[in-house]
């Protein structure tokens, strides 16, 4: 199902936060990050996106998790999605450092029952396909509800630079996946994940 006009002028507007996993300049999972974000507020959600080059969270402990207040923030931002865009680069078959550093922060009571889109981009032929399988199983083991169309980008430099995305069929993937994430995060939206089913 697709939102509609008439829907988002009736409803508290989704709130959708993006992730992205790189910290470089003129990063190329960060512009795909930025389009489909950008797609889901021209369709009426707010949308907020979380960039660890300046956040800086300090590597995982307890105590950093318990007291310093840039997880603090992040934690909260998270607590308040409806849905998660996580944006990564492809490392050495599977995603960056610094996402999994962030990653660790969560635990399954942030994510469940939240919608959870991703992304990635490689410089190869075969683009971020490893980051997303090795991103599908850590955002499920989260208890996230990972949307089947995810989108990994080939040769990356070529395709995306300057803040640009030059290829019309990564940009029409990156809004279909992002159409996709709202529907999804709105129909989890009216689930109550605390209620007793029979079948569990
Ligand atoms: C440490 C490192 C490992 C990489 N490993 C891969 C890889 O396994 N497959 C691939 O296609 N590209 C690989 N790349 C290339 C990056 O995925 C590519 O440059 C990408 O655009 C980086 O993401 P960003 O533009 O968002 O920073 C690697 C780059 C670095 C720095």
Redo the contacts with the bound molecule.
Sequence with gaps: MLLSEEYFKNTKPLNIVGLCG?L?ED????TALSESLTSAKTLGASVDLIDLKSLSLPYFTDEAKASDPAVKQFLEIIDNADGIIVSS?????SYSGVLKNALDYLTKEQVKNKAVALIS????Q???F?ALDALDKVMKTLHGIVIPLKVSVSH??KVISSGQIHSQEYATRLLDMTKELLACSERLGQFDGEKQYAYG
């Design positions: 790189s470089r990063s190329c999972s960060y680069p492809e490392y050495h078959g981009v490689g410089a190869g075969y683009g971020g490893a990356s430099h």
